[in-house]
C-alpha cells in the first residue's frame, strides 16, 4: 500500500514537472514506474505470459505468435494474427504501430522473407510498414506453437 | 514586508528559470553516459562487451552453459544463474529487467527451459520476453539454451 502511494505520488510528481515543461518526464530515469504487462491468464505457453514490460516511456513487447487454431497455415492469416496481438499489447502499454523504434521479425522459412512484406506492411494502419525491422528466419518448426512467424517490437509511449 | 516578499518570490522564480534553463541546456546536449563492461577477448581480439550502459539502462549479453550434464534443466539452471550474476555485477537485480531473448537448440525443450526460467524470477517482476529455438547445435559453446536481457539500474 505504501508502495503504491509513492508510485503514485512520483507519477503524479513526473506529470506535474513535465507539464511545468522542465523535461524531466523524457528522461528514462532510475525512479520511471516499471511496469509489467501480464496476461490475464498465467502461463499461457507457448505464447509468452508476459506482454510487454515498460520503464517510462520505453516499451519493450515480447514475441507475438499465431497458434495453430487461429486460423489457416497461411503467411497471410500468421502475420495479420501476429501483428494484431502485438499491435493490441503495444495499445494496452499505451503505444501503437505508430509509435516504433524496433520491430524484430522471425519467420520459418527463408523463402518468405519476400512474401512476409505484403502482410507485414498491411497490418499498420494507412498500410505502410513503419520503422526498422530486423528479419530472420529459423528452421520449419523452431518458432514456439509451430507459427510461421513471431514479432517483437521497442516502442515508446 | 512587501520588499522581503517580493524579494523571496524574486528569488524562487529565478532559481526556477535557472533549474528550468539548465535542464532545457542539458535536454539539447545529453551527455551519452555510455559504458561498456567485462571485454570478453578471442585470440587476442575482443569479441563483445558483457554488458554495456547507457543513462540507466543496461544491455547484457547473452549467457550460455558450458558445464555440467547436457539436459535442458540443468544447462537453463546454470544460464539463470551465470544471468543473474551478470545482472548484479552490472548493478542491477532480477527485479529490475525488461526484456529478454531465449534461445534453444532443439524446440522440444521450450517446456523444460520455461520450468527453469520462470523459477527465476521474483513474483510479478517476469520481463518480457521472445523465444526460438534455432537449429541443432546453432547456439554457440554447445549450448542447450542461451538467455540475454536488457535491464536497468
Known amino acids: 500500500m505504501k508502495t503504491q502511494r509513492r508510485d503514485i505520488l512520483k507519477a503524479f510528481a513526473a506529470g506535474i514537472v513535465g507539464i511545468a515543461g522542465l523535461g524531466f518526464a523524457n528522461k528514462v530515469k532510475a525512479d520511471a514506474v516499471h511496469i509489467t504487462g501480464e496476461s490475464a491468464i498465467k502461463n499461457r505457453y507457448p505464447e509468452e505470459p508476459v506482454k510487454f514490460t515498460k520503464l517510462g516511456n520505453l516499451i519493450f513487447a515480447s514475441g507475438f505468435i499465431c497458434l495453430p487454431h487461429e486460423g489457416p497455415r497461411t503467411l497471410e492469416n500468421h502475420t495479420k494474427v501476429a501483428m494484431g496481438k502485438l499491435e493490441a499489447a503495444l495499445k494496452e502499454a499505451g503505444s501503437s504501430l505508430d509509435k516504433l523504434h524496433r520491430v524484430t521479425a522471425w519467420i520459418d522459412d527463408p523463402a518468405n522473407y519476400f512474401p512476409l512484406n505484403a502482410p507485414y506492411a498491411a497490418a499498420f494502419p494507412g498500410g505502410r510498414r513503419k520503422g526498422n525491422r530486423s528479419c530472420m528466419a529459423v528452421s520449419p518448426g523452431n518458432i514456439p506453437g509451430n507459427s510461421m512467424v513471431a514479432f517483437d517490437a521497442i516502442a515508446r509511449v | ?153
Not at chain 2, 60 to 78: A, L, M
Open chain 2, 1 to 153: 514586508m512587501k520588499l522581503k516578499r517580493r524579494a523571496v518570490l524574486k528569488g524562487v522564480l529565478a532559481s526556477a528559470a535557472g533549474i528550468g534553463l539548465t535542464q532545457i541546456a542539458s535536454a539539447k546536449s545529453l551527455p551519452a553516459y555510455h559504458e561498456a563492461g567485462g571485454v570478453v577477448n578471442s585470440q587476442e581480439i575482443p569479441m563483445f562487451s558483457a554488458f554495456t550502459k547507457y543513462e540507466n539502462l543496461v544491455f547484457i549479453s547473452g549467457i550460455g552453459c558450458h558445464e555440467g550434464p547436457k539436459t535442458i534443466e540443468n544447462h537453463t539452471k546454470v544460464v539463470m544463474r551465470d544471468l543473474k550474476k551478470a545482472i548484479e555485477a552490472a548493478g542491477s537485480s532480477m527485479s529490475k529487467v525488461l526484456k529478454c531473448y531465449a534461445y534453444v537448440d532443439d524446440i522440444a525443450n521450450v517446456d523444460g527451459m520455461n520450468k527453469v526460467y520462470d523459477a527465476a524470477w521474483p513474483k510479478g517482476k517476469m520481463p518480457a520476453r521472445t523465444c526460438i529455438a534455432v537449429a541443432k547445435g546453432g547456439i554457440p559453446g554447445a549450448s542447450l539454451c542461451e538467455v540475454d536481457a536488457i535491464c536497468y539500474i
